[in-house]
């Protein structure tokens, strides 16, 4: 369905975007394809963010090229690439540049990147258990060799339920970063996938939140899950 370059297109109508949002928290290969097209329209947007022409221009010359003085052409952004177009010696090494790129990344990007997402592997995980932190599980992960750790945490008996739930990875009281899954089946554990640059050796805490009906998380914290990590 090429669901990843749809959602960030937009194209995507909005029941099938929020069906895609629950389904790329719990696939990590749905997940690498949204990350990396973001990272992909972030670089394009700081790249063509500043005018090409950077000189005041001299009164005695005159454009390569005049265009009408519409509205829609005096925009700014629309002037700035005009007068990009115009220029060989601009455009010339930049369109060979993006046809270099692009070749690189079909011939070995892509294809190593479909390798490591088709390839089964185990990773680094740990069952975390709302506890004191005298009695903290350890996580023992590799950072040359786990690019993610699993963190699994249950949720409390009794509680209130939520359709979702918001997994907030702490450390030194400031917050790491956030999760947001879906809610598992009745009485399964709630597992996230962090990665493992994220994470430092030493205590950490999972705080986990419900979401209310709003996109809100809950006022109160559902509960904290404090564990160590170690690096070998």
């Given at each position: ?8 297109l937009g194209e995507l109508a909005p029941a099938e975007a929020e069906d895609f949002e629950l389904h ?112 903290e599980p350890v996580l023992k992960v590799s950072p040359k060799k786990d690019p993610f750790a699993e ?63 709003d996109g809100q998380r809950s006022d109160e914290r559902i509960s904290t899950a404090p564990f160590q990590?170690?690096?070998?």
């Amino acid at each position: 369905m090429n669901a990843p370059e749809r959602y960030l297109l937009g194209e995507l109508a909005p029941a099938e975007a929020e069906d895609f949002e629950l389904h790329y928290f719990e696939c990590q290969q749905c997940a690498l394809a949204v990350d990396t097209g973001e990272q992909f329209i972030a670089s394009a947007c700081a790249y063509y963010k500043d005018p090409i022409v950077t000189k005041p221009r001299l009164e005695a010359e005159k454009p390569a090229r005049s265009f009408p003085r519409t509205p829609f052409l005096q925009t700014p952004f629309l002037q700035t690439m005009a007068a990009f177009w115009t220029r060989p010696v601009f455009v010339i090494p930049v369109m060979a540049a993006i046809a270099a790129v692009t070749n690189y990344q079909r011939a070995v990007v892509i294809p190593k990147m479909w390798s490591v997402l088709n390839t089964s592997r185990s990773l680094p995980a740990v069952q975390l258990i709302s506890a004191s932190r005298g009695d903290e599980p350890v996580l023992k992960v590799s950072p040359k060799k786990d690019p993610f750790a699993e963190l699994t945490a249950d949720i409390p008996p009794g509680g209130k339920t939520y359709k979702g739930y918001l997994c907030v990875l702490m450390r030194d009281k400031s917050e790491v970063s956030e999760t947001l899954t879906p809610a598992p089946g009745e009485g399964l554990p709630i597992t996230i996938q962090v990665p493992v640059g994220q994470l430092r050796s030493g205590h950490h805490d999972l705080d986990l939140y419900g979401v209310k009906s709003d996109g809100q998380r809950s006022d109160e914290r559902i509960s904290t899950a404090p564990f160590q990590v170690e690096f070998y």
